[in-house]
């Protein structure tokens, strides 16, 4: 029975890193539509961006490890169609692969600025156009990044590091305000700010033009390069025409099947029935890929898998690092243990008094700890969570 993997990303590269570590021994394909073996994409906002990365550091596995793992690895094709009463999948070129188990690691595309001109703003999701948007900062004057979300505050960091002037615009009153809230969202307002980046918030882009970015408030941006990272659509045009359910990404049980047994997602599209959190989400970031992929294996094998690793992702920025562990609503209650000022603390955010999410910037080594805060579901105590002087293991 020949398992098929679809999309060549690092839930894909995981998942078949995992299906044969757990003994299997049949057919493996993996089909992916860029013509690079699966890589991991973080640095290539950051370290790529920056120059301290090289390209050929970012892939998965060398090219040997396919041999070796006797892996079909087929790189540079698309999967057009999933005909499932068949249980082939079918390629651009016209031909049909028959599976027994297939996972579907599509991915996500990045959204164009669909306003006139748009098409003149680079995206960023790919290696070539990580190398793409690296020359175009290295030698620029003057860059607009569009967007405050992860991508956007990344790009904008490498930008200024290498000494383009750099205009931030964003829609909402302060960046990543939607995910962490105002007090949060600050201290990203302020870190960009310190590094002398101008932030233009509660504004839209309304066109591009070859030599400015013009604003709804009539505001002109110069820009010699503009970068846009306003977000990304799960890819799940095959899943769909499949017939499978999707709602906001490929619809997966706690065991990362979809709406038919034989078909697995993982990565960026699944939108899975969390087993700890009880609800649906879809997480759009490097762990969450891994653990997927890793579980959709397990699974594929028929192993028993109800998934219930906590959201995780990560980011760096000028000399800030954090991790961000957990899944906290909107307006949650919000604690800081440690200095805002000095980006050196701990935030937690609070539902009915218990930890949903935590959050350590330049603090290092305690997301684990955090985890099995917000695992124990126990109720804290507020003064005690937020003393430094109080060791998180005797919370
Ligand atoms: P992808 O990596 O998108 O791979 C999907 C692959 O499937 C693609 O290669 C695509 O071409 C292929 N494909 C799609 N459709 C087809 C088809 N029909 N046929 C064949 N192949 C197909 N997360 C963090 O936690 N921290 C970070 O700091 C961070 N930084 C990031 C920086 C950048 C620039 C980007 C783009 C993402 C970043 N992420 C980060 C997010 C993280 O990289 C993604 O969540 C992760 O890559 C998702 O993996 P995936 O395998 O689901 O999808």
Excluded: C
């Amino acid at each position: 029975m020949t398992y098929v993997v679809v999309g060549g990303g690092l839930a894909a590269a995981k998942a078949v890193e995992t299906l044969r570590d757990e003994g299997f021994t049949g057919p493996i394909t993996l089909i992916g539509a860029e013509t690079d073996r699966p890589y991991e994409r973080p640095p290539l906002s950051k370290g790529l961006l920056l120059g301290t990365d090289e390209p050929g550091g970012v892939f998965v596995h060398s090219v040997d490890w396919y041999g070796e793992k006797a892996v079909d690895l087929r790189l540079g094709t698309t999967v057009t169609a999933i005909d499932r009463a068949a249980e082939v999948v079918r390629l651009a070129e016209g031909d049909e692969i028959p599976y027994g188990k297939l996972l579907l690691a599509t991915g996500a595309s990045p959204r164009p600025l669909a306003v006139p001109g748009g098409e003149r703003a680079l995206l960023l999701r790919t290696l070539e156009d990580s190398l793409r948007i690296s020359a175009a900062i290295t030698s620029a004057t003057r860059v607009v990044v569009v967007g405050a979300g992860w991508i956007g505050l990344e790009v904008a960091a490498a930008a200024r590091s290498r000494g383009a002037q750099v205009t931030v615009v964003g829609s909402g009153a302060l960046p990543l305000q939607k995910v962490l809230g105002d007090e949060m969202a600050q201290v990203f307002a302020d870190l960009h700010r310190a590094h002398g980046t101008e932030l233009v918030l509660g504004t839209r882009v309304i066109e591009v033009t070859p030599a400015e970015v013009v604003l709804a408030d009539g505001r002109r941006l110069p820009a010699d390069v503009v970068i846009a990272g306003v977000g990304v659509n799960p890819n799940v045009a095959l899943a769909d025409h499949a017939g499978l359910a999707v709602d906001d990404g490929v619809l997966v049980s706690s065991s990362l099947a979809t709406s038919d047994p034989d078909i697995f997602a993982a990565g960026d599209i699944a939108h899975v029935d969390h087993a700890f959190l009880g609800r649906r989400v879809r997480v759009e970031h490097w762990d969450v890929a891994i653990h997927t992929g890793q579980a959709a294996a397990r699974a594929m094998l028929g192993q028993p898998v109800a998934y219930d690793r906590l959201p995780y992702f990560f980011t760096d920025q000028y000399d800030l690092g954090m991790e961000y562990t957990g899944f906290a609503p909107p307006g949650a209650e919000v604690v800081v243990r440690g200095d805002l000022g000095a980006r050196e603390f701990i935030a937690f955010w609070l539902v009915d008094g218990r930890v949903a999410a935590g959050m350590n910037v330049n603090i290092w080594d305690v997301a684990d700890r955090i985890g099995e805060l917000i695992h124990s579901r126990a109720v804290v105590d507020r003064k005690r969570l937020a003393d430094p002087g109080v060791e998180l293991a005797d919370l």
